[in-house]
């Protein structure tokens, strides 16, 4: 039952598009540990915790382990304020910094909020992203092409890309 709905969520993502079919405005909220103790833990709540809560729900996230995602976040800017280890810790990461890299150097402290966190930074690849992507260049997948996600057609789109990019 577990593996029937990841899949099905995973059927029923689609590309976040506007009225006009271009990409969504809104930006990605921020998951790395040294972007999290810039948010204010209102504004934690009020656009990444509460948008998200259906979603927990419907994965079976109960309402303690949402409440100890908001918890950890007030934490961890507590920490990043009043702990000068945390702190100096956080400051030395910079935009090269791997995701799991950021979260292990504080430990199993915030494991609840890396989890919820990593939940906000997974991409799962199928194929309304690759057709969303195909036709906002005008191409489109031929009865030869049956599978969007294999590798030789990132090289085919790749391709292609490389001859538009070639006549300019």
Known sequence: MFAMSIVQGIINIQAERNSCNEPADKEAPPVMPSDLVRVQPVMFFR????????????????????????????????????????????DQHDHKMKFNDAWEALGIRFA??????????????????????????????????NNLLH??????????????????
């Open 47 to 90: 656009d990444i915790l509460q948008p998200c809560n259906v979603h927990l729900i419907k994965a079976n996230w109960d309402e303690d382990a949402i409440y100890e995602i908001e918890q950890q976040h007030r934490d961890l800017v507590k920490a990043y304020k009043y702990e000068p280890p945390v702190k100096t810790i956080l």
């Open 112 to 145: 609840t909020l890396r989890t919820f966190c990593g939940g906000l930074a997974t991409l799962f690849p199928n194929s309304t992203s690759v057709e969303s992507d195909f036709s906002i260049l005008k191409w489109e997948k031929d009865p030869y092409r």
């Open 151 to 168: 590798l030789s057609l990132e090289g085919v789109f790749q391709s292609k890309q490389f001859e538009a990019l070639a006549i300019i």
